[in-house]
Structures are given as C-alpha cells and as structure tokens.
C-alpha cells in the first residue's frame, strides 16, 4: 500500500538550465512537502546521477545545451532497468509535447508553470511510479516462492523414487530369500 508519505519521501531530480526554473520548482515542491529534491543544471548529469540515486522522478527540460531533453531520455533508457521511464517533461514548445510522449517521457507540464497543476501532476505520476515498484517487488516475491517450491517438488520426487527403488530392492530381496527357502 502506497501511503502519503511514500510519495512526499520519493527522490526526485529537477534538470533545467535556467536558474530560475530549478529555483521555482524546488520551492513548489519542498512547498508541497517533497523531502528529497535534487537538480540539476547540467544535462549531461543526468544519467549518471540517475544511475546513482535511482530517481523515482525526473523533472526535465527539454530546451537544453549541450543535451537536450530528447537525448537525454534516450541515454536514461539505458540505464533505466526497470522498464519504466521516470520522466516529467517541462517545456514551453507546444510542438514538443507529443514528441517527448513518444520519446519515452511519462507526463508534462507546461511553462510558465500552474502550480496546482505541476504538484498534481507529480503527485499522480509518484504514485504510479512507486505502485509499478511495488508490483515489481510482489512479482520477484512470487517468482522466488515459486522457484523454491518447485526445487522443494523435486526434491521429495526424488526422495519418493529413492524410497520406490529402495522398496523395490527389499521386495525382490524377500522373494529370492523365499524362493530358497
């Protein structure tokens, strides 16, 4: 069960190369009761950060130098074993809306920022996040249950051949001591 807490204590990572914007997110969030906001401005940290610290968000520019938005998602796939690209689009591009959904990206937010709508928006996309997390752990649960009551089958299959072939032995053993006697 996915609790308030679980959400407002979920690591997250605001990338943007205006000041300002990191600036303003950062309150938004730390305002609405996030406890583990991280940014940064340079988008080429990104993957290595994310590679560390395991974000269960990341608030991403797409108007970048150096990397812009869509590389940098195309280079988190990489590392991002888990299937689910953890990415908030930011921009102010209508256009790039679409593109950045096809691109991997899970959500967006538009500039300049509604603030109802940016923590809304987060606080829905944590949730799922950290519920498709949990459904993973359940899974590997089930898939560890069931690998060992298999070997535990075939352990007493073996046991029970064991004990078939050691019955088999005692019978003939009997019949030939009868059939001297």
């Not at 290595?48 to 395991?54: P, Q, T, V, Y």
């Not at 809306?97 to 920022?113: I, N």
């Not at 606080?123 to 298999?150: A, P």
Request: charged share 25%; aromatic share 6%; with cysteine.
């Amino acid at each position: 069960m996915i609790t308030e807490s679980d959400i407002l204590d979920a690591k997250l990572l605001i990338v943007d190369d205006q000041e300002s914007n990191v600036i303003l997110l950062e309150q938004i969030l730390h305002g609405a009761g996030y406890t583990c906001v991280t940014s940064t401005m340079d988008s080429r940290a990104v993957v290595e950060l994310h590679g560390r610290n395991h974000y269960d968000l990341i608030l991403l520019d797409l108007q970048m130098p150096d990397m812009d938005g869509f590389q940098v998602m195309e280079s988190l796939k990489v590392v991002e074993t888990g299937g689910y690209l953890p990415v908030l689009v930011i921009t102010a591009q209508p256009g790039h809306k679409l593109r950045a959904l096809k691109a991997g990206a899970r959500d967006f937010v538009s500039k300049p920022f509604d603030v109802l709508e940016v923590t809304t928006r987060i606080h829905n996309m944590l949730e799922v996040r950290l519920l498709y997390q949990e459904v993973g752990n359940y899974s590997r649960k089930l898939e560890q249950m069931v690998e060992k009551r298999t070997a535990e089958l075939h352990e007493s299959e073996a046991r029970f051949r064991a004990l078939r072939e050691m019955a088999g032995f005692c019978a003939q053993n009997r019949q030939r001591r009868a059939s001297r006697t």
